[in-house]
């Protein structure tokens, strides 16, 4: 099993449109958890920090199951600006980030 | 705001020659890394460093690469003898603590072809 796995997409949604990724890890000891944003061949940009209550930052709504071992990424009201790669980062006990494949966001008119 | 530089932005190559590639991470963070991302593939973990030493490397990391800081502000990685398959983007990255907490902040890149 992969450490960090995600569906690669692409999602292709009209503007206005929620979407939602889903990302799934392999290590339970995994105490730290992220959703980056890459534009094309730009570098990773943090987007937000997935706390264990779960957290909300305008439009995205970030949630963690450790017993599922799993984290989401909900993006509402979707905006042409939004296309672009979501990554999964997860760091374990090594405290290395890893990254997840990512996901890709095609927003369309 | 505080930035990673990483220069080169792009550097063509033969196969078989050295490379130096090189980050000023910001200032007052503690905890260095470099990852490569092939065209079209996921961000990959090559090395991380502090205090001066590597802490922790993949299965990719192999001896024809080598890390250092050879001054207090810059972190290079070394590629001794480049093969094709090392054409990638190469990010380095630093966090203020190697905690599990804590954001990774990124350089531009610095894009690697091989020929």
């Known amino acids: 099993r992969k450490e960090v796995e995600q569906d690669p997409g692409p999602f292709n949604v009209p503007e206005g449109a929620t979407v939602a990724f889903n990302c799934t890890y392999s290590?339970?000891?995994?105490?730290?958890f992220f959703w980056y944003r890459q534009d094309c061949r730009k570098e990773p940009k943090l987007l937000m920090s997935?706390?264990?209550s779960g957290n909300e930052d305008g439009r995205f709504t970030a949630q963690l199951n450790r017993a599922s071992q799993y984290i989401s990424l909900l993006i509402r009201d979707s905006k042409l600006s939004d296309s672009a790669t979501y990554l999964c980062?997860?760091?374990?006990?090594?405290?290395?980030?890893?990254f997840g494949r990512g996901t890709s966001l095609i927003v369309h008119p | 705001e505080p930035e990673v530089t990483q220069t080169p932005s792009h550097q063509v190559t033969q196969m078989g020659q050295e490379v130096i590639l090189r980050c000023v991470p910001i200032?007052?963070?503690?905890?260095f890394y470099w990852y490569r991302q092939i065209l079209g593939q996921k961000v990959e973990f090559l090395v991380s460093?502090?205090?001066?030493?590597?802490?922790?490397k993949s299965e990719i990391f192999d001896d024809q690469f080598s890390v250092e800081r050879p001054d207090g502000s810059n972190f290079t990685l070394k590629i001794r003898s480049t093969k094709l398959e090392d054409s990638a983007m190469y990010f380095c990255?630093?966090?203020?603590?190697?905690?599990?907490?804590?954001?990774?902040?990124f350089g531009e890149g610095s894009r690697l072809t091989v020929l």
């Open positions: 290590n339970s000891a995994s105490q730290s």
């Open positions: 997935v706390y264990s």
């Open positions: 200032s007052n963070h503690l905890y």
């Open positions: 990255a630093s966090r203020v603590s190697g905690v599990n907490t804590g954001e990774l902040f």
């Open positions: 980062v997860v760091v374990g006990g090594s405290y290395i980030p890893t």
């Open positions: 460093f502090y205090n001066n030493e590597i802490s922790e």
